[in-house]
């Protein structure tokens, strides 16, 4: 019989292997060891490729599955792309909160489908590290606003294989309709902008 662990992962992993192969795909362009990822719920997908992960998460299923130690190291040893020993720590909390991790101490920030993680993590993030987001919840078009972020990559994803792409980006970004973003519009709206194209995810650099 499935553990509920199992059967979490399971539900999460519907799309068999989607994940680690977006993972993956970032890996190529991103080298990082330390990862925050706050609104994880159970995916714990990064860790099938980056050796140190943070979760973070307020809902009382992904503090369960995390607590199930056991369980997630078999998940990530049946699924990782290497051996090397894994550090995955798990924090049940709100992200707009104090989450008591030094300031600058990740290589990458993972924000999907979680709401504007850009706007209260970034300071985790180190200058030089990357900001992985897509567009569902709006947090693409915060990170566009803010100074401190600089586009270097978008994600494409086509019959479930992930292709980073590095060239023309200043092809993406572009509103459908001509309209100005605030801070404030998007928190009004609580979506994402619809933009003419539309890459599953895209890669930020923190620049200062
Ligand atoms: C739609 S799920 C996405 C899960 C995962 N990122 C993925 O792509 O499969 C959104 C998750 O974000 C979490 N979340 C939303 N707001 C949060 C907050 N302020 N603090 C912590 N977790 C939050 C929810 O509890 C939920 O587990």
Redesign the pocket.
């Known amino acids: 019989m499935m553990s509920r662990t199992e059967k979490l992962w399971a539900k ?1 992993d519907q799309h068999q292997g989607d994940r680690l192969r977006l993972f993956s795909a970032v890996a190529t362009e991103v080298d990082a060891s330390t990862v925050l ?5 159970v ?1 714990v997908a990064p860790s099938f490729v980056f050796p140190s992960v943070v979760y ?4 009382r299923r ?1 503090e369960q599955f995390f607590a199930d130690d056991g369980g997630v190291e078999e998940i990530i040893a049946a699924n990782t792309i290497d051996q090397r020993a894994r550090s995955v720590t798990f924090i049940p ?4 909160t104090d989450l008591e991790l030094a300031d600058q101490s990740f290589d990458l920030l993972i924000s ?4 504007f993680i850009s706007e209260h993590c970034s300071r985790y993030l180190r200058v030089g590290g990357s900001l992985l987001v897509n567009s569902s919840h709006g947090d693409v078009a915060m990170a566009s606003i803010d100074p401190q972020f600089r586009l270097v990559a978008v994600v494409n994803a086509t019959g479930g294989t992930y292709r980073v792409q590095t060239s023309a980006l200043d092809t993406y970004l572009v509103p459908k309709k001509p309209q100005s973003i605030t801070a404030e519009t998007l928190h009004r709206l609580g979506r994402g902008i619809a933009y003419t194209k539309s890459p599953f995810a895209y890669i930020f650099r923190r620049l200062g």
């Open positions: 999460q990822y706050p609104g994880s719920f995916d973070v998460d307020n809902d992904a909390a709100d992200y707009q999907l489908y979680a709401g």
